[in-house]
C-alpha cells in the first residue's frame, strides 16, 4: 500500500511540474497583462516546487519502495530520465530568474517590460523544457517495462 501511495505522490508531482511547464509556455508573451505575469510567476513556484517534491518522492521510492537502487542503476533509461531532469532544471533557471525579477514591477501594479529577444530565448528554453519531460515519460515508459538493462 505505502508503495502505491509513494507511486501516487510521484506521478502527482510530475503531473503538476508538466502542468506548470505548459501554462508557461502557452501564457508567456511580450505583451502580459499584470494578471497574466503574477499567475506565470505563481506558476514558476509552483513548477520549482513539483520538481523538488519529485525528486524527494523519486530518491525515496528508488531507495525504498521499490525496486532497489541497485536495480534502477543498471538501467540506461534510468539515467536518461535523471539527465533529462537535470537538463531540464538547469535550463529552468534563466525563466526563473527572469520571472522573479519582475517582482519590482508587480509590486507596483506595473506589467514587467519584456524584449522580443527575451520572449524568443524564454520560449525556446520552455520547449526546451518540454522535450527534456517528453524524454522522461519515454524513458519511463520503457523502464516499467524492463527496457534498457545493462
Known amino acids: 500500500m505505502t508503495s502505491a501511495i509513494m507511486a501516487f505522490l510521484h506521478h ?3 503531473f503538476t511540474l508538466t ?3 505548459l501554462y508557461e509556455h ?8 499584470l494578471a497574466e505575469a503574477r499567475r506565470i510567476q505563481i506558476m514558476d513556484i509552483v513548477y520549482g516546487v513539483s520538481a523538488g517534491f519529485l525528486v524527494i518522492v523519486g530518491l525515496l521510492r528508488v531507495f525504498y519502495f521499490e525496486k532497489g537502487a541497485a536495480f534502477y542503476a543498471q538501467n540506461w533509461f534510468f539515467w536518461t530520465k535523471m539527465l533529462g531532469f537535470a537538463l531540464a532544471g538547469l535550463v529552468s533557471i534563466y525563466p526563473t530568474v527572469r520571472f522573479l525579477s519582475w517582482r519590482k514591477f508587480l509590486a ?3 506589467v514587467p517590460e ?3 529577444q527575451e520572449v524568443a530565448r524564454i520560449k ?3 520547449r526546451l ?10 524513458s519511463a515508459a520503457m523502464m516499467a517495462r524492463g527496457v534498457g538493462m545493462m
Open 26 to 33: 502557452i501564457t508567456f508573451r511580450k505583451d502580459l497583462s
Open 124 to 126: 525556446m528554453i520552455l
Open 19 to 21: 502542468g506548470a511547464i
Open 12 to 14: 502527482l508531482a510530475a
Open 108 to 110: 507596483r501594479n506595473q
Open 114 to 116: 519584456i524584449t522580443d
Open 129 to 138: 523544457e518540454t522535450l527534456a519531460i517528453a524524454l522522461i515519460i519515454f
